[in-house]
């Protein structure tokens, strides 16, 4: 079974940093992405990062310049550094795997989330 657990979550005042991180157990055969998403209340979950196999990263616009996703392939890890944090960061935030599967459907892995409160 593939689990994805995150941390690094928590209450930081406004221009400050968090680092996140995933930890992904299982196997992630046919990895297309990994990436984070985040959803606050009473709004869609969006992209925030993410990072495909071959190493090439995406960020949503609110995210360039201040957001900086990485992956260790050998820990099978991913993590998110946030800096210059401001109230609208404030979200519980996903860990997601991307699989593609030959002959199968894509099949995507979230983690439980983590909160990110930013005060103002």
């Known amino acids: 079974q593939v689990q994805l657990v995150e941390s690094g979550g928590g209450l930081v005042q406004a221009g400050g940093s968090l680092r996140l991180s995933c930890e992904v157990s299982?196997?992630?055969?046919?990895?297309?992405?990994m990436g984070w998403y985040r959803q606050a209340p009473g709004k869609q979950r969006e992209l925030v990062a993410l990072v495909t196999s071959g190493g090439t990263s995406q960020y949503a616009d609110s995210m360039k310049g201040r957001f900086t996703i990485s992956r260790d392939s050998a820990k099978n890890s991913v993590y998110l550094q946030m800096n210059d944090l401001n109230a609208e960061d404030t979200a519980v935030y996903y860990c997601?795997?991307?699989?593609?599967?030959?002959?199968?459907?894509?099949?995507?892995?979230w983690g439980q989330g983590t909160q990110v409160t930013v005060s103002s």
């Open positions: 299982g196997s992630v055969v046919g990895l297309a992405s």
């Open positions: 997601n795997l991307h699989l593609r599967k030959s002959a199968a459907p894509d099949v995507y892995y």
